[in-house]
């Protein structure tokens, strides 16, 4: 199952471009992402037939066309996936997975609770008051890809313009944080993330 961080207007082009066998959902409140994690995108849980995460939530690029920006190697990703379908191998021990799991802090539910206030008021056309929660979000939670660069577009902002390579740039220099708990593993050794 897929799910778009993203208004529908914005996902509708790229799910009926990708033409999916499988479910997508769209959903611009980000609860999913809250409820699992997610503080980047794209961002994969696995979830096994009795509902237990069985590997949190972490980046899972689906290809390598943005590795030398990520420093993230796809095929680590595709060969834990296959492992796991075709062997029932998971990657983490079931006390690992429950340690590496994103827990929410104060600061972060109240970014998400005003960036989804911030998302409905510019819904609604007011983009004056929306962009004091956006702010809020922001500061809140610096680091939350989901709620920074997420709210780019919402915000008049270009999540491919300058605005967010400077996020990228302050990101890298604060030691890229909340990048995910796979994060070295599945680094190539010569990418960076400069």
Same mark, same amino acid.
């Given at each position: ?52 995460? /069985?590997? *949190?939530?972490?980046?899972?690029? !689906?290809?390598? +066309?943005?590795?030398?920006? $990520?420093?993230? &190697? ?14 029932? /191998?998971? *990657?983490?021990?079931?006390?690992? !997975?429950?340690? +590496?799991?994103?827990?929410? $802090?104060?600061? &972060? ?86």
């Amino acid at each position: 199952m897929a799910v778009a961080l993203d208004e529908l207007d914005a996902a509708r082009e790229w799910v009926e471009a990708a033409n999916p066998s499988y479910p997508c959902v769209i959903d611009p409140n980000h609860v999913v992402a809250q409820r699992y994690g997610f503080i980047n995108v794209p961002s994969a849980v696995w979830i096994d037939e009795n509902d237990r995460i /069985v590997r *949190p939530a972490d980046i899972t690029p !689906v290809n390598d +066309l943005f590795k030398d920006f $990520t420093g993230i &190697d796809s095929n680590v990703h595709h060969e834990q996936l296959r492992a796991w379908v075709k062997d029932g /191998v998971v *990657p983490l021990p079931v006390e690992e !997975v429950a340690a +590496l799991q994103h827990i929410p $802090t104060e600061a &972060d539910e109240l970014a998400r609770l005003h960036r989804r206030i911030a998302a409905q008021l510019h819904r609604n056309g007011n983009d004056e008051a929306a962009a004091s929660h956006f702010d809020a979000a922001r500061k809140l939670a610096p680091w939350d890809w989901a709620i920074n660069r997420g709210s780019m577009p919402l915000s008049g902002g270009d999540p491919f313009g300058q605005e967010f390579f400077d996020y990228v740039q302050a990101w890298n220099e604060n030691g890229a944080p909340g990048y995910g708990w796979g994060n070295s593993a599945m680094r190539s050794d010569n990418a960076t993330t400069d």
